[in-house]
């Protein structure tokens, strides 16, 4: 509940009592505000400078009188900066975030987020799941651009922190399994020399890593194997059924999608494709408790509307893994990301 004073100025008028479901409200409104500006084009528009209302208006087709409503909302929550007569722009926080070319900025996971929940991520989804209906975990077609761009930020962000375990150091061939636009392959292959990697993923996806191979020059070295995770088992590169292919695996953010079964199974294809003692590592959101109210809280929401119900701890990690012939050495928690890296091997 709001207490309201009369009449309202920007700066006095509206004074929030404390309302624990305040912040969630209006955490779910400005995301919309901020989806809606970046699927327009207006996020784009302001990233190089200021630009004048009216010619957001004129360019996008907008009504001149919400689209400044708009405007105010944004700038109240410190996504833009109104800078007079010369226009909006996007703030400096926000610029740096989402702006620079497919690969390096937020816009993608905007659109995925917004995707999200429009089709599963909201309350029919997760009513659903309480009640035993599973969703697919697969992004249509339609949104794989997105999905590509997204996860080439987001290994972009994290590859490098892999690429500081000694146990990469010595490995020569990486199995990147549901790898997408193979965003971890390039990283790591950059940074180890005598590495070489495989893409295992969709096929729709691995066009758009194709590409991201291309621009890389790294051809000769990271290879692409279109691979569904829920109906294909994992051959290595030359289509081998079983016997050891690489040295080294990788799951990235994968797990989370999947129920313990298709955890373990998904584990136990992955090390049919290393040797005794091969490597794998698991990078993935794994905790005991996560803080009250943070980001990592909320993710959980993402695999229960999904209908994974994903939270393993440490033990209950190390437990599948030992189901699928693998023993856990160690986890790197990574704080920065809030993710954790399970270091494991073929037993």
Known sequence: MTIVKWPLTESEGVVADPDPLSPLRSARKVLAAVEA?????????????????????????LRPEPLHALLRVLRWHGVLDDTGAAGWQLSEVYRELLTGPPGSNARALLRIERWAAQDHLNADGVTAALRGRRLPTEIPDAELPALADAMLTGARASAPHLARLPELRDRTSLADIAGGSG????????????????????APMLEHAARAVKEAELGDRVRLVPWDMHRDPLAGPDGEASGPAHDAALLSHVLHLLDRRERVRLLTGAGRLLPGGGLLLVHDFLY???????????????????????????RAL??????????????????????????????
């Open 37 to 61: 500006a970046e699927g327009i084009g207006l996020l784009e528009a302001m990233a190089g400078g200021p630009v004048p209302a009216g010619q957001l208006a004129d360019s996008f087709d």
């Open 183 to 202: 965003g971890y392959s390039l990283t790591l292959c950059r940074m180890f020399r005598g590495l070489t990697a495989t893409v295992y993923d969709r």
């Open 288 to 314: 005991e408790e996560p803080p009250a109210g943070s980001a990592l809280a909320a993710s959980a929401v993402d695999w229960l509307a999904l209908g994974a119900a994903y939270h393993p701890d440490r």
């Open 318 to 347: 190390a437990a599948e893994l030992a189901e699928a012939g693998f023993t856990l050495r160690r986890t790197v928690p990574l704080p920065a990301l809030g993710t954790t890296v399970a270091v494991a091997t073929r037993d």
